[in-house]
């Protein structure tokens, strides 16, 4: 029994990550779990029953995690900042031989164009069009691509740490386990695009425009979440760590109750807001 | 119908009780140290199993407290489940305790002579 209580806390905790108490939290709140569940038992409930009784008593993590204060501004447990993030993905960029890295390609025209895999790590690509390319696993990193369009293109896999994409449109790109970090997305639209599993970390996302997407499993963290938009969104498994989501919007959007408590926890306003 | 007003009565005395949390906490700890599923069964036992506080309604009110400096906390023995970690009362807590009960005195007299 006491496994299925730890892994009760487990799951519950687990959105948070691994923030610095969280160790020591579970640790005094299984032993209260555990006491109380033997409690019941020996009150003459049922395994079954004593065990959702004791859950049910439980409440809402939610509250907890506004107490024990996760790791604060754009640093996290391992010390990682945008600074590092940069540094690192600026030496796995210099280490590239490829053809493309390193390259000015102002305005070029690379439409419908198979670059799946390609390095492009540290090039110059402003206003550039990659409309309908398959950019599968293609990477972006410290890239400058302002004003580039990718409509209908597909990123999936692809790594755009430390690149500006701010105004660029990603209209009916695919997305899938893409990875945005420490990145410049602001003003980036992403109408009908497919984002499941992406991520975005320490980035700007200020004025981003996610209204009517489906997002499944993306993850968000510490990144500036300021008038960017999830109106008429449905979120399912999405994360939000260390984001402040005060001034997003999020009218209309659906969501799982583990969403729901992670952007109650990043003081999202959710007053319109329809949980599953 | 009658189900449905003593649903809404209970709400609101569950939540007028919760702002109390911390008092309530701290009124048991001047007692002696407990840990938490102590308080917890505490409060159910002395509101004659009227008041059953959510677990983590009390565990943040502990993490409020330690954090303001009105409780402290230290690792007890190891139990079957896990450690137990009890709390103890620092002057400061002693000095909101007193605090907060005055304030509740003052206006259970004011709410008394109102409702």
């Known amino acids: ?25 579970e640790q005094e709140l299984l032993a209260n779990l555990t006491e109380k569940y033997s409690d019941l038992k020996a009150g003459g409930k049922s395994d079954e029953e004593a065990y959702q ?14 107490q024990v204060k996760p790791a604060t501004g754009n640093q996290v447990q391992d010390g990682r900042s945008v600074h590092k993030i940069l540094k690192d993905s600026f ?3 210099k280490r590239s031989k490829s053809k493309f890295s390193m390259v000015e390609m102002k305005q070029s025209d690379l439409s419908e164009t198979n670059l799946a895999g390609a390095d492009f790590n540290f090039a110059e690509l402003r206003e ?16 400058d691509m302002r004003g580039s369009s990718f409509k ?66 993306t993850y968000f963290e510490a990144s500036s979440l300021k008038n960017t938009s999830f109106k008429n969104a449905v979120l399912s498994d999405v994360t939000f760590h260390h984001c402040e989501a005060k001034h997003a919007n999020f009218d209309g959007a659906t969501m799982d109750k583990v969403t729901y408590a992670l952007l109650k926890g990043a003081k999202a306003k959710l007053d319109n807001v329809e949980v599953q | 119908m009658i189900y449905t007003v003593v649903m809404i009565g209970k709400k609101l ?18 007692d002696g140290d407990k840990y938490g599923y102590e308080i917890t069964k505490l409060i159910h036992e002395k509101s004659d199993q009227l008041y059953l506080l959510k677990e983590a309604t009390m565990y943040s009110s502990l993490k409020r407290l330690e954090h303001d400096g009105c409780i402290t906390s230290y690792w007890g ?39």
Request: with cysteine; aromatic share 10%; proline share 2%.
């Open chain 1, 152 to 217: 209908g293109a597909c990123l999936s896999g692809a790594k755009l740490d430390g690149c500006d994409v701010s105004e660029v449109s990603f209209t009916e790109a695919n997305l899938t386990n893409a990875q945005f970090k420490a990145a410049a997305l602001k003003g980036a639209t992403f109408n009908g695009a497919k984002l499941d599993g992406a991520t975005f970390g320490w980035s700007d996302l200020r004025d981003v425009s996610f209204e009517n997407q489906t997002l499944n499993g």
């Open chain 1, 1 to 25: 029994m006491n496994d299925k209580l730890k892994q009760f806390l487990d799951s519950a905790f687990k959105p948070y990550g691994n923030f610095p108490a969280r160790k020591d939290v």
């Open chain 1, 128 to 143: 550039s069009n990659f409309d309908g390319s398959d950019l599968t696993g293609a990477k972006f990193r410290a890239a």
């Open chain 1, 53 to 66: 009784a004791t859950i049910d008593s439980f409440g809402d993590v939610s509250e907890i995690m506004d």
């Open chain 2, 77 to 115: 023995d190891k139990t079957q489940g896990g450690r137990r970690k009890y709390y103890s009362i620092t002057p400061k807590g002693q000095e909101l305790y007193a605090t907060n009960m005055w304030n509740w005195t003052s206006a259970k007299e004011i709410l008394d002579k109102l409702l």
């Open chain 1, 91 to 93: 030496k796995q960029a």
């Open chain 2, 13 to 30: 005395s569950s939540d007028l009780l919760r702002g109390h949390t911390d008092t309530i906490i701290l009124n048991l700890l001047s």
